[in-house]
């Protein structure tokens, strides 16, 4: 009995550090990271991770950290929206203010609305073609850049449907796509747009978040409400919670990896990952994932899964060392009503004290925020418009995740 019940202690500890390394969070109070609204992760072709936050970017070559803000490099601004390599190797780094940075790794060279044709210094994304040419994503239209001379479209000059642009990708020297916010899905060939969007039934969202291209040439769109969007040719397919097992329709950020598996930062359920057609959460509920809220993501050739959420730095997930539990732990339960809402929606939970409560919308910025509330509490949405909201209320380590409606 004593040999069974020893066998079944050393079990218990091997699980519960596989279990341990399974996930591995780091923060900017357990790490160098600077921030831990984590908005855009990165793999360079030598394997470092480069996360951009709110704060400034870091770069993690899985044993030690260099950051870089504005107080201690040339980079423009810190509040970092994407990255992307070139075929040099100088990183394209796309900020909220300072325009984009060319980072040779070891100097800054900024371009931005005072020394470049820029359209703004609101960069949300950046695609680099095979012939070195950039292509630029604005809430100001879109740019092409091909290291001399800009070129510009937006509405007054081109039938781009909205000027506000969140991510591109280059599939060919003449064919890009681009995720716009609340005006489609637009396909652009050599200088012609062609939009698809709900109105003339060509796509089931207006606004696209993440973007990525897998080997076989579907493109994966990140929809806040329309769920995981396959294109290809002309067609669109969602896959939303009517005609899958997907477990959200809002999503933000997504990646694919050789296997042509997808991987899907969400608004309310933390990392989806569609394989075949099946769909697998790690969430607050089920895992050790710290925030329901994802911003970003990124799969290493090796099949490790890197996650930046909201307010909880980014997270390291090795999958073959879990197995998803029902509950994870004995969290506690979060109930508002009404929902959906007019004005005014309050919050209940066994839990009285929480560290923060946000308001999220589907562009990922945070419109309303409250901290060190004690539940139940009352939040007043009546100076918000109509429209689909995150709730993201933070305590004891986890951001837990709801979905509200603004009538």
């Known amino acids: 009995m004593k040999r069974i019940s020893f066998l079944i202690l050393l079990l218990s500890l091997f699980l519960t550090n596989a279990y341990s390394q399974a996930f591995i969070n780091f923060t900017r109070f357990n790490s160098p990271l600077p921030d831990n609204s984590v908005r855009t992760i990165a793999i360079d072709a030598q394997g470092r991770k480069w996360f951009?936050?709110?704060?400034?970017?870091?770069?993690?070559?899985?044993?030690?950290?260099t950051v870089y803000?504005?107080?201690?490099?040339?980079?423009?601004?810190?509040?970092?929206?994407?990255?992307?390599?070139?075929?040099?190797?100088?990183?394209?780094?796309?900020?909220?203010?300072?325009?984009?940075?060319?980072?040779?790794?070891?100097?800054?060279?900024?371009?931005?609305?005072s020394n470049s044709g820029i359209a703004s210094d609101?960069?949300?994304?950046?695609?680099?073609?095979?012939?070195?040419?950039?292509?630029?994503?604005?809430?100001?239209?879109?740019?092409?850049?091909?290291?001399?001379?800009?070129?510009?479209?937006?509405?007054?000059?081109?039938?781009?449907?909205?000027?506000?642009?969140?991510?591109?990708?280059?599939?060919?020297d003449s064919q890009r796509y681009i995720g716009t916010v609340n005006g489609g899905f637009v396909d652009m060939f050599d200088t012609a747009f062609v939009t698809y969007n709900i109105v003339n039934g060509g796509f089931p969202d207006n606004s696209v978040l993440g973007l990525v291209i897998d080997n076989v040439g579907y493109k994966w769109c990140a929809t806040p409400a329309g769920g995981l969007i396959r294109f290809f040719g002309t067609t669109a397919y969602a896959y939303n919670i009517s005609n899958s097992t997907i477990p959200s329709e809002s999503f933000d950020a997504v990646d694919v990896d050789s296997a042509g598996n997808v991987y899907l930062g969400s608004f309310d359920k933390g990392v989806v990952r569609k394989q075949g057609n099946n769909f697998i959460s790690y969430n607050t509920t089920n895992s050790p994932m710290p925030d329901d809220i994802v911003?970003?993501?990124?799969?290493?050739?090796?099949?490790?899964?890197?996650?930046?959420?909201?307010?909880?730095?980014?997270?390291?997930?090795?999958?073959?060392?879990?197995?998803?539990?029902?509950?994870?732990?004995?969290?506690?339960?979060?109930?508002?009503?009404?929902?959906?809402?007019?004005?005014?929606?309050?919050?209940?939970?066994?839990?009285t004290d929480v560290r923060?409560?946000?308001?999220?919308?589907?562009?990922?910025?945070?419109?309303?925020?409250?901290?060190?509330?004690?539940?139940p509490q009352t939040i007043d949405m009546s100076a918000l418009p109509s429209g689909i909201y995150f709730l993201s209320i933070v305590s004891n380590g986890r951001a837990v995740s709801k979905k509200v409606i603004k009538m």
Not at 358 to 368: E, F, K, M, S, Y
Request: proline content about 3%.
């Open 52 to 65: 951009g936050t709110d704060y400034g970017m870091a770069i993690y070559n899985d044993t030690t950290w």
């Open 295 to 351: 911003y970003s993501i990124a799969v290493e050739r090796t099949g490790i899964i890197w996650a930046g959420t909201s307010v909880e730095g980014v997270v390291r997930i090795d999958e073959p060392l879990f197995v998803l539990s029902p509950e994870i732990a004995s969290l506690p339960e979060y109930k508002i009503y009404p929902n959906p809402v007019k004005d005014l929606f309050t919050i209940i939970s066994v839990q």
């Open 69 to 113: 803000t504005t107080v201690n490099s040339g980079i423009s601004d810190n509040s970092i929206k994407c990255i992307r390599f070139d075929g040099a190797g100088n990183a394209w780094i796309c900020t909220q203010l300072g325009g984009i940075n060319k980072f040779d790794g070891t100097t800054f060279t900024v371009f931005n609305t």
């Open 356 to 375: 923060s409560v946000r308001i999220i919308n589907t562009a990922g910025q945070t419109v309303l925020e409250q901290t060190n509330v004690s539940l």
């Open 122 to 172: 609101y960069v949300r994304g950046i695609a680099i073609d095979s012939n070195d040419v950039k292509w630029i994503c604005t809430d100001n239209g879109f740019n092409r850049f091909d290291n001399t001379n800009w070129t510009h479209w937006d509405i007054s000059n081109s039938s781009l449907p909205i000027n506000s642009l969140g991510c591109v990708v280059a599939e060919s």
